[in-house]
């Protein structure tokens, strides 16, 4: 069974940093690229950054390009979004996915940046 939990989420000050984690089990990581996307509430979800399966190649909205950074751990089936320099217009829940989504979504993390 597919599982997918994400975490590291919290509030913080305009300017702050969060680093989130994305473990995953059930499938075979490095088969799939892993995406992080955020939804804030009433809108649609936004893809934030990509990252290959083997790590070679990544991905950035260009909202958050040169602040966020993806990385990922095969051997521990974990991804992780290093969030720097946030803004209010960050705050949202993150949840992560093979992209294109192909598994049963977690839970997700919330993130608030404060102005």
């Known amino acids: 069974e597919v599982q997918i939990v994400e975490s590291g989420g919290g509030l913080v000050q305009t300017g702050g940093s969060l680093r989130l984690s994305c473990a995953a089990s059930?499938?075979?990581?490095?088969?799939?690229?892993i995406g992080w996307f955020r939804q804030v509430s009433g809108k649609g979800s936004e893809g934030v950054s990509c990252?290959?399966?083997?790590?070679?190649?990544?991905y950035y909205a260009d909202s958050v390009k040169g602040r966020f950074t993806i990385s990922s751990d095969n051997a521990k089936n974990t991804v992780y979004l290093q969030m720097n320099s946030l803004k209010p217009e960050d705050t949202a829940v993150y949840y992560c996915?093979?992209?294109?989504?192909?598994?049963?979504w977690g839970q997700g993390t919330q993130v608030t940046v404060s102005s």
């Open positions: 996915n093979s992209d294109p989504p192909q598994f049963r």
């Open positions: 059930g499938f075979t990581f490095e088969r799939y690229a």
């Open positions: 990252i290959s399966g083997i790590g070679d190649i990544t």
